[in-house]
Nanobody, 120 residues
Framework: QVQLVESGGGSVQAGGSLRLSCAAS????????MGWYRQAPGKQRELVTT???????NYADSVKGRFTIYIDNAKNTVYLQMNSLEPEDTALYYC??????????????WGQGTQVTVSS
């Protein structure tokens, strides 16, 4: 059974930094993409950033230049380094992992979410 365990959320003042981590276990097949999404109160869940198994990254415009995603393939862990945090970054952050089966099916898995709160 695939499990994603997130850590690293918390409260910080504007301009501060946090690092989120998400460790995936129970992965039988190959991880295709790992990423982070967030959901603020009253808003839909939105993409923050993704990284493929080959290292290609994609960032939402709102976080470009401030956030960095990277992975430790040996540990099946994805990290999100968040710098220059803004109150608008306040949200529940979710880890997402897409696993690709040998026959081509891609299955997404979600973490439980970790809260990030940025005060002005």
């Amino acid at each position: 059974q695939v499990q994603l365990v997130e850590s690293g959320g918390g409260s910080v003042q504007a301009g501060g930094s946090l690092r989120l981590s998400c460790a995936a276990s129970g992965i039988v097949f190959r991880i295709n993409v790992m990423g982070w999404y967030r959901q603020a109160p009253g808003k839909q869940r939105e993409l923050v950033t993704t990284i493929t198994s080959g290292g290609s990254t994609n960032y939402a415009d709102s976080v470009k230049g401030r956030f960095t995603i990277y992975i430790d393939n040996a540990k099946n862990t994805v990290y999100l380094q968040m710098n220059s945090l803004e109150p608008e970054d306040t949200a529940l952050y979710y880890c997402n992992v897409v696993v690709r089966a040998p026959w081509g099916t891609r299955t997404p898995y979600w973490g439980q979410g970790t809260q990030v709160t940025v005060s002005s």
